[in-house]
Nanobody, 121 residues
């Protein structure tokens, strides 16, 4: 059974930083592209960032480029999202997701339960 468990969310001030973590189990982690998505109240879930199964390629939404960094540690079955220069519009529930093989935004089929990030103005 595949499980993705996010942690690291919380309340932070405008301009602050947070690091999210996602621990995966029940899958061969090194064979999966990993992504982060977010959903604000009343809005659709949006792509934030992704990293290839080997870590050599990363992908970002325009809204977070230069502020967020995705990384992974295949030895620890963990993917990270370092978020800096946070803005109130980054407030959302952040979800970790996995897809076998390459990153394709619409193909993620394993999801975590989400972690809340709130940025105060």
């Amino acid at each position: 059974q595949v499980q993705l468990v996010e942690s690291g969310g919380g309340l932070v001030q405008n301009g602050g930083s947070l690091r999210l973590s996602c621990l995966a189990s029940g899958l061969h982690f090194g064979s999966y592209a990993m992504g982060w998505f977010r959903q604000a109240p009343g809005k659709d879930r949006d792509f934030v960032a992704a990293i290839s199964w080997g870590g050599g390629s990363t992908y970002y939404a325009d809204s977070v480029k230069g502020r967020f960094t995705i990384s992974r540690d295949n030895a620890k079955n963990t993917v990270y999202l370092q978020m800096s220069s946070l803005k109130p519009e980054d407030t959302a529930t952040y979800y970790c997701a996995a897809v076998y093989g390459d990153h394709v935004p619409g193909n993620y089929n394993y999801w975590g339960q989400g972690t809340q990030v709130t940025v105060s103005s």
